[in-house]
């Protein structure tokens, strides 16, 4: 028996050995923007598995823009011939980075961890260019969640909406006991969530298909988008005044703090009421934005490795590949960051009530065509037209523009940008 343990032993560290022969460690520079309490614990988590491995991360955190300003600084790095090992790029934009042909190819580790398998079709079709794995899917948002304080719609004597005449009538009883109806972010990219989810809500999964997916004019400038600007223009009235520049956590901590009674905001933000010790229920509830219980607004964020020497470096890169869609960080990262895994297969067990919704809300709509990609969150449109809708509903956010010209408004910027 000792002799077998003794051989067994022996073989273990030759195994170890190989491994760390075969592989060297190297440090990967990270661009992200994930920079709020539960957004940096999240990203936290690859940090240490990679840190485990030997390997060093750098990490590049640029705040603000929605990933906007992230964006700015990833072209200039590249543009000097000096790109990060990894950054967070999503949707169109992937396929863009694969044109300038400076991306690191990683059919290699996608085979060996069977992503095709392991993967929606939908999401591995995005992470590919050409047909080979460019990009690695760390999670799956929905968008279109409203998270409210119960707290303060009991003292308000309201109801929770599930329609927008509900919210009007909702929000009135909760402006008049003191409270802010709606915790905004005057960014325009939260103005254009908002937006989208209006959308999605009153015209449907239909319409928000050939409006902001297809971009089509009819819809663009139809009776429908000016309902749905209507509605949105009412939604405005429950603001308050100090929303003009206010970051999305910010929003969502108004809400933990009882200030303000609702968000419409994407799933990201349940990490800010755990990372704040709050509890689903008790201190806080998410349902879909009024009138949305049919779609589900897809975000799938992502890392895009480009292209790095040495072996150190490389060795690094795939590794923090292979780790991103290993189950122990799809877990992890997801139960902090309130998004759910982009890998199949994974157990529901550890996630919460507005988790497991968003697992049967993705599986159903999948299957009812409700499932559909994100304009405000880069999933749907190439950069330049979602930048053109970002405009019209900023200004239409910010000023007192009709709903009727900032629809033939949408019509002529997108067309300009395409």
């Not at 170890?16 to 661009?31: D, H, K, N, P």
């Not at 529901?348 to 969150?377: C, E, N, R, W």
Request: proline content about 5%; charged content about 20%; glycine content about 10%.
């Amino acid at each position: 028996m000792g002799r077998r343990w003794v051989t067994l032993t022996i073989a273990g560290i030759l195994a170890m050995f190989m491994y760390v022969s075969s592989s060297i460690a190297g440090e990967v520079e990270v661009l992200h923007w994930w920079t709020s309490g539960g957004e940096a614990k999240s990203v936290a988590v690859l940090k240490t598995l990679l840190e485990k491995e030997g390997h060093t991360w750098k990490d590049m955190a640029v705040a603000g823009g929605g990933g906007g300003n992230a964006m700015t600084v990833l072209k200039s790095r590249v543009v000097a011939g000096n790109p990060p090992t990894a950054a967070q790029v999503k949707g169109p934009q992937i396929q863009q980075w694969g044109d300038e042909g400076v991306l690191a190819d990683l059919d290699d580790v996608a085979k060996a961890g069977n992503w095709d398998a392991l993967l929606p079709k939908v999401v591995a079709d995005v992470m590919k260019y050409d047909g080979h794995y460019v990009a690695v899917p760390v999670n799956v948002h929905k968008v279109n969640w409203m998270w409210a304080n119960p707290e303060v719609f009991r003292k308000a004597g309201a109801t929770v909406p599930t329609t927008w005449a509900q919210f009007e009538e909702a929000a009135q009883k909760i402006k008049k006991a003191g409270f802010i109806p709606v915790a905004w972010g005057g960014q325009n990219w939260q103005e254009a969530t908002v937006f989208e989810s209006i959308v999605l809500g009153v015209g449907g999964n239909d319409f928000y298909k050939k409006a902001l997916v297809e971009t089509d004019p009819a819809a663009l400038n139809s009776p429908t988008m000016i309902k749905c600007l209507d509605t949105l223009r009412m939604v405005l009235q429950y603001t308050d005044k100090d929303a003009p520049g206010r970051d999305w956590n910010l929003a969502t901590s108004m809400v933990i703090q009882g200030k303000a009674a609702m968000q419409f905001m994407g799933d990201w933000a349940k990490g800010e009421f755990k990372s704040a010790g709050k509890t689903y229920g008790a201190d806080y509830l998410a349902m879909p934005v009024p009138e949305t219980s049919e779609g589900y607004l897809f975000n799938v964020d992502s890392f895009i490795m480009f292209a790095v020497k040495g072996k150190g470096a490389q060795d690094a890169q795939k590794a923090m590949a292979r780790l991103i869609m290993e189950p122990t960080f799809q877990e992890v990262f997801n139960l902090n960051k309130g998004s759910i895994p982009c890998r199949l297969g994974m157990s529901h067990k550890p996630f919460d009530f507005p988790a497991i919704y968003s697992f049967d809300s993705f599986v159903a709509t999948s299957q009812s065509g409700g499932l559909l990609p994100s304009m405000a969150h880069e999933m749907a449109v190439f950069p330049a037209v979602r930048g053109a809708i970002f405009d019209v509903v900023t200004n239409f956010c910010n000023s007192d523009l009709s709903s009727g010209k900032a629809a033939e408004r949408l019509v002529s910027s997108v067309q300009s940008a395409m």
